[in-house]
């Protein structure tokens, strides 16, 4: 059950959904007004650009595609599984998630692909980071999954199922982080530009630490009993 998880799996998946709707209202709001944190209007702008056109707009899409493809294949190479665990290299996917998102911001200023290819790969690094949590499939980039799973768990409540009260808490902080990440982000490009990537690219990095440290401290306790 969900509810045995600790509390910081709470904490995490709030801070992440805020990084992404971070990263994502960055991209929208600059140069292509283009989504990075999740694929389903990519891939819509891709069918419609294939009959439309030009070249260099599919080409684009295709990129933003496969780098967040190559982000995904990366946390499964680095993590070896889908289920939070703790003792797996979540600090290492986070750090390359910061790398890849304050590497990226020379290349927005500059108006190349090169940086939305690397923010996607970024957020496809990040959904993947722990995909399932005692059986509640989870998702940080994006909300519509999250949203549809809480209507079902509320739809099975009125109809007296009991209410996973974890599960839906779980859930409506993801929503909520992403919204507010979305209004952070509006702020961060409105003040800095792309340079506001800095700010959650330094989340991932305080995340990456924390985790580091917690894990150990964790480890030091079970050898210590």
Request: charged fraction near 15%; include cysteine; glycine fraction near 12%.
């Amino acid at each position: 059950m969900i509810s045995k998880l600790p509390r910081w799996v709470e904490y995490g998946a709030f801070l992440l959904a805020f990084i992404a709707g971070c990263v994502n209202a960055i991209g929208l709001l600059g140069f292509e007004h283009q989504s990075i944190s999740h694929l389903s209007g990519t891939a819509t702008l891709l069918g419609t650009s294939i009959l439309d056109g030009p070249y260099q707009r599919i080409l684009h899409l295709i990129a933003i595609l496969f780098c967040f493809f190559l982000g995904a294949a990366l946390s499964g190479f680095l993590l070896r599984g889908r289920a939070l665990k703790l003792g797996r290299h979540y600090d290492t996917a986070l750090f390359i998630e910061s790398l890849l998102l304050i590497g990226a911001i020379y290349f927005l200023n500059n108006e190349s692909i090169i940086g939305h290819m690397m923010a996607s790969a970024a957020c496809g690094l990040q959904n993947a980071l722990a995909t399932t949590y005692s059986g509640a499939v989870v998702r940080t980039t994006h909300i519509t999954g999250i949203v549809t799973d809480l209507g079902i768990i509320f739809g099975e409540a009125i109809k007296g199922k009991k209410l996973d009260r974890r599960k839906a808490v779980l859930f409506v902080l993801i929503i909520l982080g992403f919204i507010l990440g979305g209004s952070f982000g509006a702020y961060l490009f409105a003040t800095f530009g792309f340079t506001g990537l800095v700010a959650p690219g330094a989340m991932c990095f305080c995340l990456a630490v924390t985790y580091r440290i917690y894990r150990r401290s964790k480890k030091l306790r079970v050898q210590t009993n």
